[in-house]
């Protein structure tokens, strides 16, 4: 227990669904990140969060939207996705210098 | 920007036999460094970190690693190992600085190790 909860574990949906992907933290930590672990690719770092505001997005496309409405809850919202998206998307959180990151279980996505 | 390398895709090693894993980052300063380890469908649990201090630093299940600065290397280590030990194994690296705490960590591709009976 890392104390990071992912949900769902699991997910599978059509490439016309909307989706959401939650992640919450009961570490106390101000940033929060949002990855993506592909086969066969390092870990992507798609958004982060720093004190509840958008400090990075890497070029990740629209059909992914994050959402963080407080320190301890960040969503990605997911909308028209396509099959290489399929992936383990994992949240991450960082209290700050000298720390390390705290990542979540996972949600494995599954996009048909 | 920082980058991280792993040469090793797998590595496969018996049980009982040491291990070391290799890591080298390439950053402007010394960065933070850190070594994570992922057992099928779960998320990072991290086995150690350097930050600054002792370049020697030990970690959880008994792994320790090596902060080089000369090689730019932090290999990750463990004198005997366990079947439980067989996973994805991750080095990484953050920012140094006042907004390193922000800053997400850059990982490299990974090293699977298995592990022989």
């Known amino acids: 227990e890392t104390g990071v909860t992912q949900t769902p574990r699991h997910l599978v949906m059509g490439m016309t669904n909307k989706k959401s992907l939650k992640c919450e933290q009961h570490?106390?930590?101000?940033?929060m990140y949002w990855y993506k672990q592909s086969a066969k690719k390092p870990l992507e770092l798609m958004f982060v969060?720093?004190?509840?505001?958008?400090?990075e997005n890497n070029s990740v496309p629209s059909r992914f939207s994050p959402e963080c409405p407080n320190s301890s809850h960040l969503f990605l919202h997911l909308h028209t996705l396509q099959p290489e998206d399929s992936a383990l998307y994992l949240c991450?959180?960082?209290?700050?210098?000298?720390?390390?990151?705290?990542f979540g279980q996972g949600t494995r996505l599954t996009v048909v | 920007a920082q980058s991280v390398t792993q040469p090793d895709i797998h590595i496969t090693v018996s049980e009982g036999a040491s291990l070391e894993l290799r890591c080298n980052y390439s950053?402007?300063?010394?960065?933070?460094l850190f070594w994570y380890v992922q057992s099928p469908g779960q998320g990072l649990q991290l086995l150690l970190k350097?930050?600054?201090?002792?370049?020697l630093v030990q970690g959880i299940k008994g792994f320790e690693a090596e902060f080089k600065r000369s090689q730019s290397s932090f290999n990750l280590r463990k004198p005997s190992v366990h079947w439980s030990d067989a996973a994805e194994y991750f080095c990484?690296?953050?920012?140094f600085g006042p907004g390193g705490g922000a800053d997400g960590l850059t990982f490299g591709k990974g090293t699977h190790l298995i592990i022989q009976p």
């Open positions: 991450a959180c960082r209290s700050g210098v000298n720390t390390e990151a705290f």
């Open positions: 570490l106390g930590h101000n940033a």
């Open positions: 969060y720093s004190l509840e505001e958008r400090v």
């Open positions: 950053y402007g300063a010394t960065p933070y």
């Open positions: 350097y930050f600054s201090g002792d370049t």
């Open positions: 990484a690296v953050a920012p």
